[in-house]
């Protein structure tokens, strides 16, 4: 079952608790007796373990690939080498048919 943080509003107590995804979320604080209670919302850190996760398999905040070369490298020498096949896969051009006497 997940853990809630709640905090009061009105007095500022902040507690845990233990709760059922059906379960309503709690409106009266313990302390005070006020219906000034909200859920605290927090980050939550993702730790991927095992085998099957790596150091390099994610990206480096400046754009670098496991190679050192930059990701706007590898677009340029994408889109070089689509030019380059264009290029060659266009049909020779025939000679004219020679003149007869």
Known sequence: MPVYTYRCESCGVQFEKT??????PL????????????????PVGIVFKGSGFYATDHRSPSGQT????SHSEEKSTASESKTVEAASSKPAETPAPAKTK
Do not use: I, N
Request: charge should be positive; aromatic fraction near 8%.
């Open 19 to 24: 709760q059922k995804f059906s379960d309503s």
């Open 27 to 42: 409106t009266r604080c313990p302390e005070c007796g006020k219906k000034e209670l909200r859920k605290v919302y927090t």
């Open 66 to 69: 496991r190679s050192g070369s």
